[in-house]
Each structure stands twice: as C-alpha cells, then as structure tokens.
C-alpha cells in the first residue's frame, strides 16, 4: 500500500552509487544517533566506495514519483560459516518528504522477503529514543532481545542501542 507519488521498491546496483551516497550522507549528517557509522567517515569515501557496497550487500531503494531516492535499508550477510544464518538490516533512513507514506514499511517488507531463505533470522540496532522506528520493527514481527548501554559515543555523549530480532520459521 504505497503512496500513488511513490515508485515501487526495487534493489539498488552500483549505478545508483551518486543517489545511494546523497540519502546515506543526508541521514548520517541529519541522525548521527541512528547509525553505527559517521557522517564524518563517509563524506570523504570516494564514489566507487559506495558503487562496491551496492554491489556487496543487497540495498533496496524507493524512488519518489519525480525519480529521487527517497529511503534505503539494507541486509547485510556475515561471510562467515558460523554467523552467515543472521543478517543484519542496516543503513535505514525515509527522507522527511516520503514519511507517513508506508515507505518506511515498504522497505522493510522487501529486506525481509529477500532476505527468507537466505538467512535463518534478522537482526537490527535502533536507537530507544526513535519511537517510530521501533513501532515499525514491532509491526514487521520484530521483538527486542537486548539493550547495549554506551553503544554510541558522539561528541562525548553516550548512546544507548535496542537490539531486536525477527527469526523466520522453517517449513
């Protein structure tokens, strides 16, 4: 159920490196408490960096009916034997203009139904203070198994980070 102005959700390729870097740097720069990563640690990467992450990890974008990229989420796979059954959904960030749009929910449905089958279970880091997110995740089957006190450190101010998981069920 999407927003008519929205296009459908589709996977990013490294062709879409220019408009997958804006929106990252955007939510890093904009929400530096909901990602592990740093504006400042980006922002200088050059773009084949991001074409490279395009290709190594599957990100999904939803474009805006003028054709911009308004919201990301990705699923990464650990390459380990041991640790490849858990993917991790990361990066996710709905630009203020496509919000109350149900493309944050869009998003998170196609990280999940690529992700069956390829791993046994999703999990993912939020911030305690992002309601909506949480509420989101919630909806999607999510529930929270943990709380990291001082998960973030910006600007000499510690974060705390909610852990949550989704486990998918075998046939």
Known sequence: MQNSNLLPIRRLIPADAEAFRDIRLEGLRRHP????????????????WFAARLADHAIFGGHSGDGALAGVAGLLVPSGAKMKHKGILWGMYVRESARGTRLAAALVERVLAHARGVVDEIKLEVAPDNVAAIGLYRAA????YAREPRALKIDGVYHDSVQMTLRFERP
């Open 33 to 48: 408490a909901s990602f592990g990563a740093s504006y400042e640690d980006e922002r200088n990467q050059a773009p084949e």
């Open 141 to 144: 089957g999510f529930v929270e």
